[in-house]
């Protein structure tokens, strides 16, 4: 079974700098996606980025990218400039790419605070 | 578009006390999902449907059971209400097939509390 390992419960970074989340993953597959999304206090799950796990590239948007060490199993997040809206919980997801499977397992998620 | 809706957004029931979440989207999309988060943990997945008629079990599936009569719609059903599950409860939907469109879409959440 995969599983997904969040091991900063909370954190904490003052605005317009850089915060980095961790997130490991145990799989013995090696055709996969990894996602993390954004819950902020509407409780709304809100994609922030996506890895395909068979690009050695780092995906990007905007002022989040991710570290993907595919040997390590390792998939963290790096926020740059951080804003006040960034503030929310944020879940680090793995799912199989495999045909009509579309399984996510969720880690247990880091709080996020960012402050002024 | 308005996306993933779901009804109702608050529900408050007493114990063996039945019930029907509604989840509804207007994007064309084949999958559908239903989750719980609980506090402390991720989401876990309960069921979840490939297309219309069809269902499949996820990770946590006791105690509900779904349906997916229309495309458009993915009901979860508690028959037996118990505080085990007093949750907060998503839906979510996606395209099938292809590498870009297996982004997940979230309904907004329902806040289910069993006395």
């Known amino acids: 079974a995969q599983t997904v390992t969040q091991s900063q419960p909370e954190m904490s970074v003052q605005e317009a700098e850089t915060v980095t989340l961790s997130c490991t993953y145990d799989t013995s597959e090696s055709n996969y996606y990894l996602f993390w999304y954004k819950q902020p206090p509407s409780r709304q799950m809100i994609l922030v980025i996506r890895q395909e796990a068979y690009k050695q590239q780092n995906a990007t948007e905007n002022r989040f990218s991710v570290n993907f060490q595919k040997a390590a199993k390792s998939f963290s997040l790096k926020i740059s400039d951080s804003q006040l809206g960034d503030t929310a919980m944020y879940f680090c997801a793995f799912m199989l790419r495999t045909y009509n499977n579309n399984d996510m397992r969720f880690g247990a998620g880091t709080r996020l605070t960012v402050k002024p | 578009n308005a996306g993933v809706t779901q009804t109702p957004k608050f529900r408050v029931l007493k114990t063996g006390q039945s019930m029907t979440l509604l989840c509804a989207q207007d994007?064309?999309?084949?999958?559908m999902y239903w989750y719980r988060q609980d506090p402390g943990m991720g989401l876990r997945l309960i069921h979840y449907?490939?297309?219309?008629?069809?269902?499949a079990k996820g990770e946590v599936p006791d105690g509900y059971n779904v349906s997916r009569l229309k495309k458009q719609n993915f009901l979860l059903g508690l028959e037996s209400a118990a505080p085990s599950q007093t949750s907060v409860y998503f839906c979510?939907?996606?395209?099938?097939?292809?590498?870009?469109?297996?982004?997940?879409?979230f309904g907004p959440g329902t806040r289910l509390t069993v006395l």
């Open positions: 994007m064309n999309h084949e999958y």
């Open positions: 979510a939907s996606s395209f099938s097939g292809g590498p870009s469109t297996d982004t997940q879409y």
């Open positions: 449907s490939v297309g219309e008629g069809t269902t």
